[in-house]
């Protein structure tokens, strides 16, 4: 994997800002005092309902027009596949399958089709779902949007979550970032300290 730079991040805001929303920073109403703050980032509030979104959207516009032809590929349990499936709607790229296990919650399904995918359902569970997957998706000639495995494209699209938080509350000295696949956590982390080397 090339090195995940600061000015990865910086370029992926300029490249995704047409095509993401700055979502609010809100302050708890029921965490702190009068000594401590607590505020959540409310990327539940993207068109797509999830930060994924971002990360998408800049690996996508990174693709050469063959590529965009060809079309995307995810392998995911929803959130990501529902984020790559309206980032392919957004970008105009016709084809986008997403390939899920067949224990999905058919709410999560549904936002695929919902956004213009196409949800295959493959395997009884996330691992069976992401071995078929690539298989199916490396023989169709689809070029794999992965959310999480070393992908600087998505990463920084990821890290502009903490350009967001930064420069809606600069004063913040410590973020807290859940981890699935350590996508978001990366980009977060590089971008932060980046802005801030004391923070958190």
């Known amino acids: 994997m090339e090195k995940l730079t600061f000015q990865d991040v910086l370029d992926a805001r300029e490249a995704i800002r047409p095509y993401v929303r700055q979502t609010p920073l809100e302050q708890s109403f029921f965490l ?3 000594e401590h703050q607590f505020f959540f980032k409310l990327e539940s509030l993207q068109r797509a309902r999830s930060f994924k979104i971002r990360g998408a959207v800049n690996k996508m516009l990174s693709l050469t027009e063959e590529e965009r032809q060809r079309g995307v590929g995810a392998v ?3 959130n990501h596949g529902s984020s790559v499936a309206y980032a392919a709607q957004l970008l105009g790229i016709e084809r986008a399958e997403i390939i899920v ?10 936002k695929i089709r919902y956004f213009g995918g196409t949800a295959k359902l493959m395997g009884r569970n996330y691992d069976e779902a992401h071995a078929l997957g690539m298989e199916y998706i490396h ?10 495995h070393d992908d600087v494209k998505v990463y920084a ?10 420069e809606q509350q600069p004063d913040i000295d410590t973020i807290v970032v859940p ?3 350590g996508g978001i956590a990366t980009g977060v982390a590089l971008a932060a ?3 801030n080397p004391a923070i958190r």
């Open 179 to 181: 981890i699935g696949g």
């Open 76 to 78: 995911s349990s929803g």
């Open 101 to 110: 296990p067949e224990c999905t919650p058919q709410s999560k399904i549904d």
């Open 193 to 195: 300290k980046s802005v």
């Open 32 to 34: 702190g005092d009068e």
């Open 157 to 166: 699209g990821q890290g502009t979550v903490a350009l967001e938080i930064l």
């Open 139 to 148: 023989a169709n000639g689809l070029t794999n949007i992965d959310s999480c």
